[in-house]
């Protein structure tokens, strides 16, 4: 296609790449001179008139969804064959890109990148719409370092694609078990569960779970848990092994319910980290000399400056501890030379001297014998376990159950470990206590009742009571008055997660028939109106009527017939009566043409033959002389001779 202008605006320049659905090429809008992205259907998909028909529906939608971290879609049409979308053209390279090239990231890096992720598909979600198919191919980093999400849309319009070949949709490595086993189920929770495997992927420098075939990936994801990143990365923080294990749990109910509160985890996460462990380069990382590979574009000038901190994670407590004695020590100066100094005062401090080192010799002999000979253990993990799990796997490593609170949670399943305290990891003593704090599950409040409230008041109750208002739809009413609820949805009474938004209904009113004004005076339309309790308001614009005379009601909008509200507005367009039109001249004319001449100009025309032109064909008279003017429709008599 390269050359070729669709709809004879979009030049194709160049092809970007190529995927199952769709080609992607980079194009030139000629109408608006600028460059963007051009994505077209394979021809045997644009065939599927029903695919077509989605594709197109949920363009439209996306379309609509304006977010900064989110690839916009300009256009869609088609041409022939062609179904294309237009869509912003990000210049730089895509993760996977940078994955390949630089391996495993720093911890502010993958932050970096997730966190404006989980933005756009935050928004997604609180819109109705969830991606499916969330992968490092389809997270652009732009020149700028701006990071966006790809492939809105179109993924969600696969199903019947899907249907035919028997495949499952999105790429295996980041498919979610309820995917798996329902393809065509699929919440925000299953773009939640890919993002968690692609921080993992990012954090570790590789996939979760690899096999020889798709079939093993496919089992991995529904049988086992994706590690800790701190497993493949030693001395990877506690925290980053939470985020991940909470994105990943196999059981939806688990996992955080949309992106935006993955995105709330991912902040309180960054929150709790020390510049050295979100500077931190893990061992996978690529070395910076490594050869870049068909980026288009040098990544130093891709990657955001974050991703770029160079400072090496300690494998593990006792080199980091190596590390910091060799450079304290490697910077320390020789004293300058003393002054002579009598024979006794140099024996005693000699003495002085071999004293402080056997003391300092006990001293580090004792800390030494106070470590190995007490028992240490570490805390096991807890999250997401239930209370007897906990205790059983406390209990297994010699440990105690502590304090046991209770707290509400919108992400952990009812009667399981939402965190312990000593934190996952952290060293204690054999026999201490580890306390639990226990998800009493989603806070739930009851839908109040206020029906019958005013639009402000309600939605102040609602808040009032944990809740939030949410869209508000009007209808007519005979027994609730204009402004005030009907009804919620839920109804009232219904028990829902706090913070959950509740629907309202508001009355409109009374219906009212709206009365027939036209060819009335302005007032006299007015009084009617009114006295039927609507209101009116009187257009600036007049229009020519041949039906109605200057000043009475030419349009009404709403027409009669039509139902409204007590209290809306009927707007009203006066006549400036009718269009004035020359009269042409035909006296002397043959009938066709006379006849022509005068419709041409507006007017209906008349024949009198009378006896005398019953064989005649020429005009011998008009109604109207030509010259002057007549209404434009009315009718013109021509005498015929």
């Known amino acids: 296609?390269?050359?070729?202008?669709?709809?004879?605006?979009?030049?194709?320049?160049?092809?970007?790449?190529?995927?199952?659905?769709a080609t992607v090429y980079r194009a030139v809008d000629t109408r608006l001179d600028r460059v963007l992205a051009l994505k077209v259907m394979h021809p045997a998909l644009a065939a599927d008139g029903t695919f077509v028909e989605r594709f197109i529906r949920e363009a439209k939608s996306v379309a609509r969804l304006a977010h900064p971290n989110v690839v916009q879609v300009f256009d869609q049409?088609?041409?022939?064959?062609?179904?294309?979308?237009?869509?912003?053209?990000?210049?730089?390279?895509?993760?996977?890109?940078?994955l390949r090239d630089r391996g495993a990231l720093q911890p502010r890096a993958a932050?970096?990148?997730l966190e404006p992720v989980l933005a756009a598909l935050g928004a997604a979600h609180r819109a109705g719409f969830v991606h499916r198919?969330?992968?490092?191919?389809?997270?652009?980093?732009?020149?700028?370092?701006?990071?966006?999400?790809?492939?809105?849309?179109?993924?969600r319009s696969v199903d019947t694609v899907t249907s035919?070949?028997?495949?499952?949709?999105?790429?295996?490595?980041?498919?979610?078990?309820?995917?798996?086993?329902?393809?065509?189920?699929a919440d925000p929770r299953v773009d939640v569960y890919a993002c968690g495997v692609v921080l993992y992927e990012m954090l570790t420098g590789e996939k979760p779970h690899d096999g020889d075939s798709p079939a093993v990936v496919l089992y991995k994801h529904l049988h086992e848990d994706v590690p800790p990143p701190s497993a493949v990365v030693p001395g990877m923080a506690y925290e980053l092994d939470e985020l991940v294990a909470s994105?990943?749990?196999?059981?939806?109910?688990?996992?955080?319910?949309?992106?935006?509160?993955?995105?709330?985890?991912?902040?309180?996460?960054?929150?709790?980290?020390?510049?050295?462990?979100?500077?931190?380069?893990?061992?996978?990382?690529?070395?910076?000399?490594h050869e870049q590979r068909d980026i288009g574009a040098d990544l130093t000038s891709v990657i955001p400056r974050s991703l770029t901190v160079p400072r090496p994670l300690p494998v593990n407590e006792e080199e980091e501890a190596e590390g910091a004695v060799f450079h304290r020590t490697s910077r320390l100066e020789s004293p300058p030379p003393l002054p002579p100094r009598r024979r006794t005062e140099r024996s005693r401090r000699r003495l002085v001297t071999i004293v402080a080192a056997v003391l300092l010799a006990l001293g580090l002999g004792a800390g030494v014998w106070y470590i190995n000979s007490g028992q240490f253990t570490q805390v096991p993990p807890l999250l997401a376990k239930t209370e007897a799990q906990a205790r059983d796997r406390l209990e297994q490593s010699g440990l105690e159950v502590g304090k046991v609170e209770h707290a509400y949670s919108d992400t952990v399943k009812r009667g399981t470990v939402i965190s312990s305290d000593p934190k996952q990891g952290t060293r204690i003593r054999d026999n201490d206590s580890v306390g639990l704090t226990i998800s009493d599950g989603p806070e739930t409040v009851r839908v109040p009742d206020?029906?019958?409230?005013r639009l402000d008041k309600a939605r102040s109750l609602l808040k009032d009571g944990g809740l939030e208002p949410g869209m508000v739809s009007r209808a007519f009413s005979e027994d609730v008055r204009r402004g005030f609820v009907i009804s919620t949805d839920p109804e009232k009474g219904t028990e829902r997660r706090a913070g959950s938004a509740i629907a309202l209904t508001v009355s409109k009113g009374s219906p009212i028939d709206v009365p027939d004004v036209t060819g009335e005076t302005l007032e006299d339309a007015q009084a009617d109106l009114e006295e039927a309790g609507l209101?009116?308001?009187?257009?600036?614009?007049?229009?020519?009527?041949?039906?109605?005379?200057?000043?009475?009601?030419?349009l009404q909008t709403p027409q009669n017939g039509s139902t409204a509200a007590e209290g809306d507005t009927v707007t009203l367009t006066l006549s400036k009566g009718p269009e004035m039109v020359e009269v042409p001249d035909v006296v002397g004319a043959g009938v066709d043409d006379a006849k022509a001449a005068l419709e041409g100009a507006g007017f209906q025309v008349d024949e009198d033959r009378g006896l005398l032109g019953l064989f005649g064909d020429t005009v011998k008279k008009q109604s109207v002389k030509g010259g002057k003017t007549a209404p434009k429709g009315s009718t013109i008599t021509i005498t015929i001779r």
């Open 1 to 21: 296609m390269v050359g070729q202008v669709l709809d004879g605006r979009y030049r194709v320049d160049a092809r970007i790449a190529v995927g199952g659905m």
């Open 77 to 98: 049409g088609t041409d022939g064959s062609y179904v294309y979308l237009a869509m912003e053209y990000v210049a730089g390279c895509t993760l996977r890109d940078v």
């Open 111 to 113: 932050l970096d990148i």
């Open 133 to 155: 198919d969330m992968k490092p191919e389809n997270v652009l980093i732009g020149d700028d370092g701006r990071v966006k999400v790809a492939d809105f849309g179109l993924v």
């Open 164 to 185: 035919t070949t028997g495949t499952v949709l999105g790429t295996v490595s980041y498919l979610a078990p309820e995917q798996i086993e329902q393809p065509g189920a």
């Open 247 to 289: 994105a990943t749990a196999r059981t939806p109910a688990i996992r955080p319910y949309d992106a935006v509160a993955l995105l709330a985890q991912a902040r309180e996460a960054r929150a709790a980290l020390s510049v050295d462990q979100l500077d931190a380069v893990p061992p996978q990382a690529l070395s910076s000399d």
């Open 450 to 453: 206020v029906e019958g409230y």
């Open 535 to 554: 209101k009116v308001k009187v257009s600036s614009e007049e229009v020519n009527s041949s039906e109605f005379d200057q000043g009475q009601v030419a």
